[in-house]
């Protein structure tokens, strides 16, 4: 995420979004790097924002009008579940339509968006929202500077019928490629399954976000190292 005006007039962006459906649920993940500039002003940030109990959404843009329309969309379906009656839970669909007419209603903003997440009728589904207002279901989408380098990664690895192990292991493969070639993308990777058991928080830091071929892997210590 990034709000610094660039040569051309427009704003930079920079971040690094992925969600994946697979058979029983959704898979979403983040890095945690705000960039302003070539400036990084948070380097642990979350981008993955919780809108009801089983539906999620991947922020990238400005981080400003991102956590704006959440929270906008967060008020709207908590009203929304207030009106279909209690024991129901909104849609995954029904939350990416509140996202999509507020974005469409709003074209000045920087934010492109993944809505996903279970619901009993549909299963895993993931929604792509990009800048713009434009909403489209889909197996995987991926958002954010970061993205540009892994559209074959994901064209490639993504297969049908996938589990949620397997599913996982993509998204944070694909977000350490990412990670490895752009300079907005960085930190820690965040990943959240959703299923029917509900929600489901991981973070990878350091030594546990795949090595990517071409990175600098960590100089083993040995006895003759001198510390001063």
Not at 7 to 28: E, F, N, R
Not at 40 to 61: E, Q
Not at 167 to 181: D, K, N, P, S, Y
Not at 192 to 218: H, N, R
């Amino acid at each position: 995420m990034n709000t610094l005006k660039g040569t051309d007039g427009g704003p930079h962006t920079g971040t690094t979004i992925v969600a994946v459906a697979y058979d029983g649920g959704v898979v979403l993940g983040a890095d945690s790097r705000v960039s302003t500039g070539t400036y990084v002003s948070n380097r642990a940030s979350n981008k993955i924002t919780s809108l009801c109990d089983k539906v999620f959404l991947c922020r990238s843009g400005s981080a400003a009008h991102t956590e704006a329309i959440s929270d906008y969309v967060r008020f709207y379906t908590s009203q929304h579940a207030s009106e279909i009656g209690q024991g129901k839970e909104p849609t995954v669909k029904s939350v990416a339509s509140i996202l999509k007419q507020m974005s469409y209603s709003n074209k000045g903003l920087m934010a492109a968006m993944i809505v996903a997440g279970y619901d009993k009728k549909m299963g895993g589904q993931v929604f792509g929202s990009p800048i713009g207002g434009t909403m489209v279901e889909m197996p995987w989408a991926i958002e954010g500077s970061g993205s540009t380098y892994i559209w074959s990664f994901f064209d490639d690895e993504y297969k049908e019928g996938m589990s949620r192990e397997e599913t996982e292991r993509l998204v944070l493969e694909g977000i350490a490629h990412a990670m490895a070639r752009d300079g907005s993308s960085g930190g820690l990777v965040r990943l959240v399954t959703v299923d029917k058991d509900g929600a489901k928080s991981q973070v990878f830091q350091g030594k546990d976000v795949p090595m990517i071929l071409g990175d600098m892997a960590e100089p083993k210590s040995n006895a003759a190292t001198v510390v001063w």
